[in-house]
Nanobody, 127 residues
Framework: QVQLVESGGGLVQPGGSLRLSCAAS????????IGWFRQAPGKEREGVSC????????YYADSVKGRFTISRDNAKRTAYLQISSRMPEDTAVYYC????????????????????WGQGTQVTVSS
């Protein structure tokens, strides 16, 4: 079965770190750029980060720059999003997505470029 599965979310307190995982099954992740998106209640989906196939290009939205770290391990078919210094504003459902249409050194947070999506993992930051 071809799918992406996110994990690692939960209810956490502000501060500290949290690592989300995005595991691919049924296909090889190394030919896809990966994007992470989030959607908070009542807000539009936001592209927060992306990483190219070879990890040569990485992008972060201004809202998360300096706190989020994206990475990937193609051998494990898994991508990651590390959230540091957690803030209540990070509360959202986080989705990973895979795009095959991009060049090997490109990535984007344009959702329309992504053909495969995970089901999402809820992150709630609250004291």
């Amino acid at each position: 079965q071809v799918q992406l599965v996110e994990s690692g979310g939960g209810l956490v307190q502000p501060g500290g770190s949290l690592r989300l995982s995005c595991a691919a099954s049924g296909f090889s992740l190394d030919i896809y750029a990966i994007g992470w998106f989030r959607q908070a209640p009542g807000k539009e989906r936001e592209g927060v980060s992306c990483i190219s196939r070879s990890a040569s290009r990485i992008y972060y939205a201004d809202s998360v720059k300096g706190r989020f770290t994206i990475s990937r391990d193609n051998a494990k078919r898994t991508a990651y999003l590390q959230i540091s210094s957690r803030m209540p504003e990070d509360t959202a459902v986080y989705y990973c997505a895979a795009a095959i249409s991009l060049g090997g050194t490109d990535c984007t947070t344009r959702a329309g470029e992504y053909s495969k999506w995970g089901q999402g993992t809820q992150v709630t930051v609250s004291s």
